[in-house]
């Protein structure tokens, strides 16, 4: 039974992790996840397909760790951006917008991030789920119990700030997606019951 190379430290095992994960956000949104080889991938990391499979099983798997990552940046950007001290619904504005302008700063990487992983099937539709999931419950933790937003309505507000997104994407406009903020922020308003 083979082990990793005592000789390798965790932390260069974390940046090849995060160099290959970097080379298929690079590699993957020039060419698209279908023309994307990990070959290209590895090349462009400067790691050997040896080191690549000791990370991810395939391609695909590799593309799943780059959203987690991707999304996982973009709701501590959201996270960030909350002042407890303001009112919810300033709070909720405040924190969309600082969320979509992280997504609009790389635009070609949202575009294929938000369009590939409808091509991985039930894999691609788990991971999905679980940053939709992830996005409900910040809201939820941040409106709280004050006004009538449930589990099922937030997940609805995440569902429609998602599809804001994707048609943004579709019309060309995946660099100004911070100008979605008032529409979505009005979506969480009006499944949470708010008057205003």
């Known amino acids: 039974m083979k082990t990793r190379e005592s000789s390798t430290a965790p932390s260069a ?4 992790h995060g160099r290959l994960l970097d080379a298929m956000a690079l590699v993957a949104a020039s060419q698209g996840l279908a023309a994307t080889s990990i070959a290209a991938v590895v090349a462009e990391a400067g790691v050997s ?3 690549f499979y000791e ?7 590799c593309f799943l760790a780059l959203y987690r990552a991707a999304s996982g940046s973009a709701l501590r950007t959201l996270r960030e951006a909350v002042d407890p001290t303001q009112p919810w619904q300033h709070q909720v504005e405040h ?3 600082a969320y979509l302008a992280h997504l609009a700063s790389g635009p070609q990487l949202v575009r294929m991030l938000f369009v ?4 991985l099937g039930q ?3 788990e991971v999905r789920r679980e940053v939709m999931q992830s996005l409900a419950d910040f809201m939820l933790q941040t409106i709280q119990d004050r006004l009538a937003l449930t589990p099922d309505r937030a997940m609805a507000a995440v569902g429609g700030i998602h599809e ?4 943004a994407i579709e019309r060309g406009e995946a660099d100004h997606l911070e100008r979605l903020a008032p529409e979505a922020s009005a979506v969480v308003r009006l499944l949470a019951g708010a008057q205003k």
Do not use: C, S
């Open 13 to 16: 095992q974390t940046d090849h």
């Open 49 to 51: 397909k040896r080191t």
């Open 55 to 61: 990370h991810f099983t395939g391609k695909d798997d």
């Open 116 to 119: 590939e992983i409808h091509h």
């Open 164 to 167: 804001l997104v994707l048609q």
């Open 95 to 97: 924190a969309l917008g």
């Open 123 to 125: 894999p691609g539709a």
